[in-house]
Protein backbone atom coordinates (compact mmCIF):
# COMPACT_ATOMS: atom_id res chain seq x y z
CA UNK A 1 0.00 0.00 0.00
CA UNK A 2 1.20 3.28 -0.76
CA UNK A 3 -0.74 6.26 0.90
CA UNK A 4 -1.01 9.62 -0.94
CA UNK A 5 -2.18 12.74 -0.38
CA UNK A 6 -6.38 13.54 -1.09
CA UNK A 7 -8.80 15.80 -0.43
CA UNK A 8 -12.16 14.19 0.80
CA UNK A 9 -15.87 14.86 2.01
CA UNK A 10 -16.20 13.21 5.40
CA UNK A 11 -19.73 14.44 5.20
CA UNK A 12 -22.80 15.83 3.22
CA UNK A 13 -21.92 19.13 4.35
CA UNK A 14 -18.02 19.25 5.15
CA UNK A 15 -17.29 20.20 2.13
CA UNK A 16 -13.51 18.91 1.21
CA UNK A 17 -10.87 18.96 3.26
CA UNK A 18 -6.91 17.34 3.36
CA UNK A 19 -7.07 13.61 3.47
CA UNK A 20 -4.56 10.45 2.49
CA UNK A 21 -5.78 7.34 0.78
CA UNK A 22 -4.37 4.18 0.71
CA UNK A 23 -3.61 2.83 -3.15
CA UNK A 24 -2.89 -0.69 -3.73
CA UNK A 25 0.77 -1.71 -4.84
CA UNK A 26 0.53 -2.66 -8.65
CA UNK A 27 -1.47 -6.39 -9.45
CA UNK A 28 0.31 -7.56 -12.18
CA UNK A 29 -2.53 -5.82 -15.08
CA UNK A 30 -2.36 -2.33 -12.93
CA UNK A 31 -1.03 1.14 -14.13
CA UNK A 32 -0.33 3.39 -11.16
CA UNK A 33 -0.63 6.86 -11.93
CA UNK A 34 1.01 10.12 -10.75
CA UNK A 35 -2.03 12.04 -11.15
CA UNK A 36 -1.17 15.95 -12.60
CA UNK A 37 -5.08 17.24 -13.24
CA UNK A 38 -8.33 16.06 -12.29
CA UNK A 39 -11.57 17.58 -13.71
CA UNK A 40 -14.65 18.73 -10.97
CA UNK A 41 -17.85 17.06 -12.63
CA UNK A 42 -21.10 18.08 -11.36
CA UNK A 43 -21.27 14.88 -10.14
CA UNK A 44 -19.13 15.29 -7.54
CA UNK A 45 -20.96 17.65 -6.60
CA UNK A 46 -24.09 15.22 -6.27
CA UNK A 47 -22.63 12.39 -4.86
CA UNK A 48 -20.43 14.29 -2.05
CA UNK A 49 -23.59 16.17 -0.36
CA UNK A 50 -25.28 12.89 -0.99
CA UNK A 51 -28.37 14.15 -3.19
CA UNK A 52 -27.96 11.10 -4.68
CA UNK A 53 -28.22 8.71 -2.22
CA UNK A 54 -26.01 7.24 0.40
CA UNK A 55 -22.41 7.76 0.75
CA UNK A 56 -19.82 6.07 2.57
CA UNK A 57 -17.06 9.02 4.05
CA UNK A 58 -14.51 9.35 3.66
CA UNK A 59 -14.87 9.85 -0.05
CA UNK A 60 -12.45 11.00 -2.33
CA UNK A 61 -14.32 12.41 -5.83
CA UNK A 62 -12.67 13.28 -9.01
CA UNK A 63 -13.19 10.88 -12.48
CA UNK A 64 -11.83 13.39 -14.90
CA UNK A 65 -8.16 12.30 -14.40
CA UNK A 66 -4.85 12.76 -16.47
CA UNK A 67 -1.09 11.64 -15.47
CA UNK A 68 1.43 9.89 -16.20
CA UNK A 69 2.54 6.35 -15.72
CA UNK A 70 4.55 5.78 -12.93
CA UNK A 71 4.84 1.79 -12.67
CA UNK A 72 3.38 -1.11 -14.26
CA UNK A 73 2.19 -4.45 -13.52
CA UNK A 74 4.53 -7.02 -15.18
CA UNK A 75 1.35 -8.70 -17.49
CA UNK A 76 0.66 -4.94 -18.20
CA UNK A 77 1.03 -5.31 -22.23
CA UNK A 78 -0.68 -1.49 -23.27
CA UNK A 79 1.21 1.28 -21.49
CA UNK A 80 4.36 2.35 -20.31
CA UNK A 81 6.46 4.37 -17.32
CA UNK A 82 6.49 8.04 -18.50
CA UNK A 83 3.12 7.53 -21.03
CA UNK A 84 0.56 10.08 -20.38
CA UNK A 85 -2.99 8.59 -19.30
CA UNK A 86 -6.28 9.17 -18.25
CA UNK A 87 -8.74 7.03 -16.20
CA UNK A 88 -13.05 8.59 -16.28
CA UNK A 89 -15.73 7.53 -14.70
CA UNK A 90 -15.33 3.41 -14.01
CA UNK A 91 -12.37 1.30 -13.08
CA UNK A 92 -14.17 -1.90 -13.36
CA UNK A 93 -17.35 -3.87 -14.90
CA UNK A 94 -17.48 -7.49 -14.91
CA UNK A 95 -15.87 -7.92 -18.39
CA UNK A 96 -18.27 -11.04 -19.03
CA UNK A 97 -22.00 -9.56 -19.82
CA UNK A 98 -23.75 -8.89 -23.29
CA UNK A 99 -22.82 -5.05 -22.33
CA UNK A 100 -19.16 -5.41 -21.37
CA UNK A 101 -18.44 -7.60 -24.35
CA UNK A 102 -20.03 -5.15 -26.43
CA UNK A 103 -17.52 -2.68 -25.02
CA UNK A 104 -20.24 -0.98 -23.28
CA UNK A 105 -18.84 -1.57 -19.59
CA UNK A 106 -20.53 1.90 -18.12
CA UNK A 107 -23.95 -0.06 -18.78
CA UNK A 108 -22.37 -3.43 -16.91
CA UNK A 109 -25.12 -5.82 -15.75
CA UNK A 110 -23.80 -6.75 -12.69
CA UNK A 111 -23.07 -2.56 -12.29
CA UNK A 112 -19.65 -1.27 -13.08
CA UNK A 113 -17.31 -0.06 -10.97
CA UNK A 114 -17.34 3.89 -10.09
CA UNK A 115 -13.85 5.40 -10.15
CA UNK A 116 -14.85 6.64 -6.72
CA UNK A 117 -17.59 5.77 -3.99
CA UNK A 118 -18.38 2.32 -5.43
CA UNK A 119 -17.58 -1.52 -3.69
CA UNK A 120 -14.31 -2.65 -5.66
CA UNK A 121 -15.08 -5.63 -7.23
CA UNK A 122 -11.68 -6.92 -6.68
CA UNK A 123 -12.38 -7.67 -3.19
CA UNK A 124 -15.94 -7.06 -2.22
CA UNK A 125 -15.13 -4.40 0.94
CA UNK A 126 -12.78 -1.94 -0.34
CA UNK A 127 -14.52 1.63 -1.36
CA UNK A 128 -13.23 3.55 -4.64
CA UNK A 129 -11.42 6.71 -4.17
CA UNK A 130 -10.96 9.34 -6.96
CA UNK A 131 -8.81 11.27 -8.83
CA UNK A 132 -8.73 14.63 -6.31
CA UNK A 133 -5.05 12.52 -5.27
CA UNK A 134 -2.07 12.18 -6.09
CA UNK A 135 -2.08 8.78 -7.39
CA UNK A 136 -4.28 6.16 -8.07
CA UNK A 137 -3.57 2.32 -9.51
CA UNK A 138 -6.35 0.91 -12.39
CA UNK A 139 -6.53 -1.83 -14.40
CA UNK A 140 -4.77 -1.47 -17.54
CA UNK A 141 -8.10 -2.55 -19.41
CA UNK A 142 -9.83 0.78 -18.16
CA UNK A 143 -7.28 3.12 -18.48
CA UNK A 144 -6.75 5.83 -21.44
CA UNK A 145 -4.08 7.02 -23.79
CA UNK A 146 -4.08 11.07 -23.84
CA UNK A 147 -3.35 11.47 -27.85
CA UNK A 148 0.26 13.50 -28.12
CA UNK A 149 0.08 17.08 -27.91
CA UNK A 150 -2.73 17.74 -25.82
CA UNK A 151 -2.73 19.95 -23.17
CA UNK A 152 -3.17 18.01 -20.22
CA UNK A 153 -5.39 20.03 -17.67
CA UNK A 154 -8.03 20.64 -20.76
CA UNK A 155 -8.04 17.32 -21.71
CA UNK A 156 -8.78 15.94 -18.23
CA UNK A 157 -12.66 16.78 -18.72
CA UNK A 158 -12.91 14.75 -21.75
CA UNK A 159 -12.60 11.92 -19.80
CA UNK A 160 -15.92 12.37 -18.30
CA UNK A 161 -17.79 15.91 -19.37
CA UNK A 162 -16.34 14.93 -23.53
CA UNK A 163 -17.34 10.91 -23.16
CA UNK A 164 -21.02 11.60 -21.87
CA UNK A 165 -21.61 14.35 -24.52
CA UNK A 166 -19.85 12.28 -27.58
CA UNK A 167 -21.16 8.99 -27.09
CA UNK A 168 -25.29 9.48 -27.07
CA UNK A 169 -24.35 12.01 -30.66
CA UNK A 170 -22.67 9.00 -31.99
CA UNK A 171 -25.47 6.95 -31.10
CA UNK A 172 -27.68 8.94 -32.90
CA UNK A 173 -25.48 9.28 -35.94
CA UNK A 174 -25.64 12.78 -35.90
CA UNK A 175 -24.11 14.01 -39.29
CA UNK A 176 -22.74 17.13 -41.20
CA UNK A 177 -25.75 19.23 -41.37
CA UNK A 178 -27.93 18.01 -38.99
CA UNK A 179 -29.11 20.80 -36.01
CA UNK A 180 -28.62 19.90 -32.30
CA UNK A 181 -29.31 21.34 -29.70
CA UNK A 182 -27.58 21.93 -26.49
CA UNK A 183 -29.24 22.66 -23.22
CA UNK A 184 -26.98 23.83 -20.16
CA UNK A 185 -24.30 25.36 -20.54
CA UNK A 186 -21.57 23.82 -18.00
CA UNK A 187 -19.13 21.53 -18.61
CA UNK A 188 -20.99 18.92 -20.08
CA UNK A 189 -22.60 21.22 -22.51
CA UNK A 190 -19.80 23.10 -23.54
CA UNK A 191 -18.02 19.63 -24.63
CA UNK A 192 -21.75 18.63 -26.20
CA UNK A 193 -21.00 22.09 -28.30
CA UNK A 194 -17.97 21.41 -29.32
CA UNK A 195 -18.25 17.67 -30.13
CA UNK A 196 -21.28 18.51 -32.31
CA UNK A 197 -19.64 21.21 -33.98
CA UNK A 198 -16.48 18.81 -34.63
CA UNK A 199 -19.02 16.12 -36.35
CA UNK A 200 -20.62 18.59 -38.50
CA UNK A 201 -23.65 19.60 -37.16
CA UNK A 202 -25.44 22.76 -36.58
CA UNK A 203 -25.57 23.52 -33.09
CA UNK A 204 -28.52 25.90 -30.57
CA UNK A 205 -27.79 26.24 -27.03
CA UNK A 206 -30.79 26.72 -24.60
CA UNK A 207 -29.48 29.17 -21.19
CA UNK A 208 -30.95 30.16 -18.37
CA UNK A 209 -28.14 32.60 -18.40
CA UNK A 210 -28.12 35.42 -20.67
CA UNK A 211 -24.92 36.58 -19.83
CA UNK A 212 -23.37 33.66 -21.20
CA UNK A 213 -24.82 34.23 -25.08
CA UNK A 214 -21.41 35.33 -26.34
CA UNK A 215 -19.37 32.98 -25.04
CA UNK A 216 -21.71 30.19 -26.51
CA UNK A 217 -21.18 31.66 -30.19
CA UNK A 218 -17.77 32.04 -29.59
CA UNK A 219 -17.67 28.34 -28.22
CA UNK A 220 -18.83 27.78 -31.75
CA UNK A 221 -22.79 27.98 -31.40
CA UNK A 222 -24.91 28.95 -34.64
CA UNK A 223 -27.50 29.88 -32.53
CA UNK A 224 -27.88 30.59 -28.90
CA UNK A 225 -31.61 30.68 -27.19
CA UNK A 226 -31.99 32.00 -23.40
CA UNK A 227 -34.47 29.32 -22.23
CA UNK A 228 -36.58 31.91 -19.88
CA UNK A 229 -37.43 34.04 -22.82
CA UNK A 230 -40.59 32.32 -24.23
CA UNK A 231 -40.54 34.53 -27.30
CA UNK A 232 -37.41 33.15 -28.54
CA UNK A 233 -38.08 29.89 -27.47
CA UNK A 234 -41.32 29.71 -29.70
CA UNK A 235 -39.15 31.28 -32.36
CA UNK A 236 -36.97 27.91 -32.05
CA UNK A 237 -39.97 25.78 -32.62
CA UNK A 238 -39.46 22.75 -34.77
CA UNK A 239 -36.04 22.98 -35.57
CA UNK A 240 -33.80 20.26 -34.05
CA UNK A 241 -33.29 16.58 -34.71
CA UNK A 242 -31.12 16.23 -31.47
CA UNK A 243 -31.19 17.53 -28.04
CA UNK A 244 -28.25 17.12 -25.30
CA UNK A 245 -30.03 18.06 -21.62
CA UNK A 246 -27.38 18.63 -18.94
CA UNK A 247 -29.50 20.30 -16.88
CA UNK A 248 -28.53 19.31 -13.22
CA UNK A 249 -31.48 20.59 -11.60
CA UNK A 250 -35.04 20.07 -12.04
CA UNK A 251 -36.87 21.50 -14.67
CA UNK A 252 -39.34 20.97 -17.52
CA UNK A 253 -38.78 19.40 -20.60
CA UNK A 254 -42.19 20.37 -22.36
CA UNK A 255 -40.76 23.95 -23.93
CA UNK A 256 -37.50 21.55 -25.11
CA UNK A 257 -39.49 18.94 -26.65
CA UNK A 258 -41.50 21.71 -29.11
CA UNK A 259 -37.67 22.49 -30.67
CA UNK A 260 -37.62 18.91 -31.91
CA UNK A 261 -38.55 18.45 -35.57
CA UNK A 262 -40.50 15.02 -36.36
CA UNK A 263 -38.41 11.97 -35.12
CA UNK A 264 -36.28 14.30 -33.30
CA UNK A 265 -34.94 12.90 -29.77
CA UNK A 266 -33.92 14.34 -26.45
CA UNK A 267 -31.14 12.48 -24.43
CA UNK A 268 -31.06 13.12 -20.69
CA UNK A 269 -27.84 13.16 -19.77
CA UNK A 270 -28.27 15.77 -16.56
CA UNK A 271 -29.17 13.64 -13.49
CA UNK A 272 -31.12 16.26 -10.95
CA UNK A 273 -31.88 14.69 -7.52
CA UNK A 274 -35.57 15.17 -7.43
CA UNK A 275 -37.56 14.03 -10.36
CA UNK A 276 -39.14 16.22 -13.33
CA UNK A 277 -42.33 17.28 -14.12
CA UNK A 278 -43.97 14.91 -16.64
CA UNK A 279 -43.78 15.22 -20.65
CA UNK A 280 -46.74 15.83 -22.54
CA UNK A 281 -47.53 12.94 -24.49
CA UNK A 282 -49.42 14.69 -27.08
CA UNK A 283 -46.24 16.51 -27.82
CA UNK A 284 -44.43 13.17 -28.26
CA UNK A 285 -46.60 11.67 -30.21
CA UNK A 286 -47.50 14.27 -32.71
CA UNK A 287 -43.95 14.49 -34.10
CA UNK A 288 -42.96 11.07 -33.21
CA UNK A 289 -40.47 12.24 -30.37
CA UNK A 290 -38.11 10.26 -28.55
CA UNK A 291 -37.01 10.82 -24.95
CA UNK A 292 -33.69 8.60 -24.26
CA UNK A 293 -31.10 8.63 -21.79
CA UNK A 294 -27.27 8.07 -21.84
CA UNK A 295 -24.70 7.08 -19.38
CA UNK A 296 -21.01 8.24 -19.90
CA UNK A 297 -19.53 6.01 -22.39
CA UNK A 298 -17.53 2.43 -22.90
CA UNK A 299 -13.61 2.23 -22.69
CA UNK A 300 -13.10 2.02 -26.60
CA UNK A 301 -15.37 4.65 -27.11
CA UNK A 302 -13.55 7.42 -24.99
CA UNK A 303 -10.78 6.70 -26.80
CA UNK A 304 -12.34 6.70 -30.09
CA UNK A 305 -13.31 10.37 -28.45
CA UNK A 306 -10.23 11.46 -27.20
CA UNK A 307 -8.86 10.61 -31.10
CA UNK A 308 -11.75 12.72 -32.29
CA UNK A 309 -10.94 15.56 -30.14
CA UNK A 310 -7.39 14.91 -30.98
CA UNK A 311 -8.16 15.38 -34.15
CA UNK A 312 -10.36 17.81 -34.64
CA UNK A 313 -8.04 20.43 -32.03
CA UNK A 314 -11.39 19.77 -29.32
CA UNK A 315 -10.19 20.54 -25.39
CA UNK A 316 -12.27 21.67 -22.53
CA UNK A 317 -12.42 25.70 -21.65
CA UNK A 318 -10.94 25.42 -17.97
CA UNK A 319 -10.23 27.29 -15.16
CA UNK A 320 -7.76 25.81 -13.23
CA UNK A 321 -8.17 25.60 -9.13
CA UNK A 322 -6.19 24.85 -6.40
CA UNK A 323 -7.24 22.26 -3.69
CA UNK A 324 -7.49 25.36 -0.75
CA UNK A 325 -10.38 26.93 -3.28
CA UNK A 326 -12.44 23.26 -4.61
CA UNK A 327 -15.70 24.66 -1.95
CA UNK A 328 -15.84 27.49 -3.87
CA UNK A 329 -15.38 26.35 -7.25
CA UNK A 330 -18.58 23.37 -6.42
CA UNK A 331 -20.06 26.77 -4.70
CA UNK A 332 -19.77 28.70 -8.27
CA UNK A 333 -20.85 25.61 -10.46
CA UNK A 334 -24.36 24.97 -8.26
CA UNK A 335 -24.92 28.94 -9.48
CA UNK A 336 -24.28 28.14 -13.08
CA UNK A 337 -20.85 30.03 -13.03
CA UNK A 338 -18.42 27.77 -14.21
CA UNK A 339 -16.37 28.76 -17.88
CA UNK A 340 -17.03 26.23 -18.59
CA UNK A 341 -14.72 23.32 -16.43
CA UNK A 342 -13.10 23.66 -13.61
CA UNK A 343 -9.67 21.65 -13.47
CA UNK A 344 -8.22 20.58 -10.08
CA UNK A 345 -4.70 21.26 -10.29
CA UNK A 346 -3.39 18.30 -8.36
CA UNK A 347 0.30 19.94 -7.67
CA UNK A 348 -1.23 22.11 -4.84
CA UNK A 349 -2.56 19.10 -2.83
P1 LIG B 1 -22.45 22.08 -14.73
O1 LIG B 1 -21.09 22.34 -15.26
O2 LIG B 1 -22.81 22.60 -13.39
O3 LIG B 1 -23.51 22.57 -15.84
C1 LIG B 1 -24.90 22.46 -15.68
C2 LIG B 1 -25.58 23.64 -16.38
O4 LIG B 1 -27.00 23.47 -16.29
C3 LIG B 1 -25.36 24.99 -15.73
O5 LIG B 1 -24.13 25.59 -16.08
C4 LIG B 1 -26.54 25.79 -16.24
O6 LIG B 1 -26.28 26.25 -17.56
C5 LIG B 1 -27.63 24.75 -16.36
N1 LIG B 1 -28.58 24.89 -15.25
C6 LIG B 1 -28.32 24.84 -13.94
N2 LIG B 1 -29.44 25.00 -13.23
C7 LIG B 1 -30.43 25.14 -14.12
C8 LIG B 1 -31.83 25.31 -14.01
N3 LIG B 1 -32.43 25.38 -12.83
N4 LIG B 1 -32.56 25.38 -15.15
C9 LIG B 1 -31.95 25.30 -16.35
N5 LIG B 1 -30.63 25.16 -16.50
C10 LIG B 1 -29.88 25.06 -15.40
O7 LIG B 1 -22.71 20.49 -14.63
P2 LIG B 1 -22.07 19.29 -15.49
O8 LIG B 1 -20.84 18.81 -14.80
O9 LIG B 1 -22.06 19.66 -16.91
O10 LIG B 1 -23.17 18.17 -15.22
C11 LIG B 1 -24.51 18.38 -15.61
C12 LIG B 1 -25.38 17.24 -15.14
O11 LIG B 1 -25.02 16.04 -15.85
C13 LIG B 1 -25.25 16.89 -13.67
O12 LIG B 1 -26.53 16.53 -13.17
C14 LIG B 1 -24.32 15.71 -13.65
O13 LIG B 1 -24.45 14.89 -12.53
C15 LIG B 1 -24.79 14.99 -14.91
N6 LIG B 1 -23.82 14.07 -15.51
C16 LIG B 1 -24.35 12.98 -16.13
C17 LIG B 1 -23.49 12.11 -16.79
C18 LIG B 1 -24.06 10.94 -17.54
O14 LIG B 1 -23.34 9.98 -17.78
N7 LIG B 1 -25.31 11.02 -17.94
C19 LIG B 1 -22.11 12.32 -16.77
C20 LIG B 1 -21.63 13.47 -16.13
C21 LIG B 1 -22.50 14.34 -15.50
P3 LIG B 1 -26.88 27.65 -18.09
O15 LIG B 1 -26.31 28.71 -17.17
O16 LIG B 1 -26.36 27.71 -19.47
O17 LIG B 1 -28.37 27.55 -18.02
ZN1 LIG C 1 -18.65 13.29 -14.42
ZN1 LIG D 1 -20.54 -6.55 -17.26
Redesign the pocket.
Given at each position: MTEVKAYAATSPTSGLVPSTVERREPGAHDVEIAIEFCGL???DV?TIRAEWGQVSYPLVPGHEIVGTVSRVGKAVQGFTVGQVVGVG?MVDSCRECGSCLEGFEQYCEMGNTGTYGAVDRRNGDTITQGGYAKAIVVDENYVLHIPEGMNLAAAAPLL??GV?TYSPLRYLDVQEGDAVGV???????HMGVKIAKGLGATVTVF???AA?ADAALALGADHVVV?TDAEAMAGAANSLNAILD??????DLNPYLATLARDGALIQ????AEAMPPIQPGLMIGKRLAYG????GGIAETQEMLDFCAEHGIASDIELVAASDLDAAYDR?VA?D?K??FVLDVSTL
Open positions: CHSHCCATIGLGGLGTTSKSTVAAVHLGLPGSLIMGVYR
